[in-house]
């Protein structure tokens, strides 16, 4: 008789830190050792971190900032609202227009980043924009929420972050587990938005991952966006929400994380 151990998140009780088809094997040892650094952001060279010119639009709204790594712009605004709305989408040559809902975001107030994403390299990247809220099926679902990222705590820094994470040690998964992408051609931006309930609060896949766990500070002032891309295009094949791909979940390596420079998150 073969006995599974399902882990339970710390920070999410009502959800299952596992979802279908995902189970993990508790004591068996990983054939490839997944990196654990998701939880920092590397620096290389290659990186710019500059505030965008221009000031906020609006009160209760941040300016824009912006983060440059090798061929990759991402601009991320934050503002305080009273209901979130709509998902991400892919623009230019992207491939394809994503579908949604955001169930359970639209009925409290919130945090919300808005970004944009823009290949200005020569070849297509992967953007893990499409986290799902259970990271641990090996499906995605059809109405996984365009909007949920991951947010915790880095450096005294309230991040919002839409990435994967390396499986915990002593964990192995029957299927693998998958987040959502787009792939975004190069000359092509994707835009989306990223929502966190406020006062903020930790919110990380369960316990089968290596995340952060440490509680959030309530009195945490600065904030900062990150979205993970890199070149596993081939490895993307067809989800249940159209115009995204499911890919193996992988915490980023080096550069693979590219995260805004912080910011003070503006007054409700």
């Known amino acids: 008789m073969v006995v599974f151990t399902v882990m339970e998140p710390h920070t999410r009780p009502t959800r299952h830190g596992l979802a279908r088809g995902a189970r993990p094997l508790a004591g068996l040892a990983l054939g ?6 998701a939880c920092g952001q590397a620096s290389s060279s290659s990186r710019s971190t500059t505030p965008a010119p221009g000031a906020a639009s609006s009160t209760g709204s941040a300016p824009t900032r912006t983060a440059v790594v090798g061929g990759l712009r991402l601009e991320a605004t934050m503002s305080h609202e009273g209901q979130v709305q709509g998902g991400g989408t892919a623009s230019g040559t992207a491939s394809g227009t994503a579908s949604g809902t955001s169930a359970g975001m639209s009925v409290r107030p919130g945090l919300v980043v808005d970004y944009r994403l823009t290949n200005t390299g020569s070849t ?25 990222a991951w947010v915790y705590e880095q450096s005294g820094v309230l991040r919002l972050s839409k990435q ?3 499986t915990a040690p002593n964990v192995r998964f029957m299927a693998a587990p998958v987040i959502g992408a787009h792939t975004v051609a190069p000359g092509a931006s994707l835009t989306g938005r990223a ?5 903020p609060t930790l919110d990380v896949p369960g316990e089968s991952f290596s995340a952060p766990r ?18 596993r295009t081939a490895q993307g094949r067809p989800s249940a929400v159209k115009g995204v ?20 998150i503006p007054a409700p």
Do not use: I, M, N, R
């Open 124 to 148: 297509p990247v992967l953007a893990y924009d499409v986290v799902p809220q259970d990271l641990g099926s090996a499906t995605l679902p059809a109405g996984v929420d365009l909007q949920h």
């Open 195 to 199: 929502y966190a309930v406020w006062p």
């Open 245 to 264: 791909v499911q890919v193996p979940v992988a915490a980023p390596q080096g550069d693979e994380l590219v995260c805004t420079p912080p910011a003070a």
């Open 164 to 166: 994967g994470f390396a």
């Open 214 to 231: 440490q509680p959030v500070d309530p009195a945490v002032a600065k904030w900062q966006f990150c979205l993970q891309a890199d070149g």
């Open 32 to 37: 490839a050792v997944l990196a654990t650094s």
